[in-house]
């Protein structure tokens, strides 16, 4: 199967020494399984390489923001660029009046437009599941 990855799970599977601390079993069970193909936004891979950047996001093995972008094509993740069918779900994006985050947004329109499931921690996603988004919550 085919999974979106939002930020917040890219960082916890590529940065997070134990990945059971901020990834709960059932999201590390697809992860694990190597029947899946899992696609990063490259608004996420953008948001990934800015936390590194900015020093949020931190880990021994990384000194180079090149090395992010490796570690992402060794777990084999899937760069997956915004295009015009994922801008224009963009624009028929009913906003929450909650949720501000623009990435996401883009985020979110590639995983409905795609109609491919998104894996995320974050609880504003839920809004948008009444207009076509899968979402896989990981709970924290």
């Known amino acids: 199967m085919r999974y979106y990855?939002?930020?917040n799970i890219?960082?916890?599977s590529i940065f997070d020494k134990h990945k059971g601390d901020n990834l709960d079993k059932s999201t590390l069970s697809i992860l694990e399984?190597?029947?899946n193909t899992f696609l990063i936004s490259s608004i996420a891979v953008l948001e990934t390489i800015h936390l590194f950047?900015?020093?949020k996001v931190k880990h021994p093995k990384f000194q180079k923001v090149k090395d992010v972008l490796n570690a992402m094509e060794?777990?084999?993740y899937v760069i997956d660029p915004a295009n015009k069918y994922h801008l224009s779900a963009y624009c028929n994006l009913y906003l929450s009046d909650e949720h501000k985050?623009?990435?996401d947004h883009v985020i979110i329109a590639q995983s409905i437009s795609d109609k491919i499931p998104i894996i995320s921690s974050d609880r504003q996603f839920k809004f948008y599941e009444k207009q076509g988004l899968q979402l896989v919550f990981n709970k924290r």
Request: glycine share 12%; proline share 6%; aromatic share 16%.
């Open 5 to 7: 990855l939002d930020t």
């Open 10 to 12: 890219v960082v916890y």
């Open 33 to 35: 399984d190597y029947g």
């Open 53 to 55: 950047q900015i020093g």
């Open 74 to 76: 060794l777990i084999n």
């Open 101 to 103: 985050d623009p990435f």
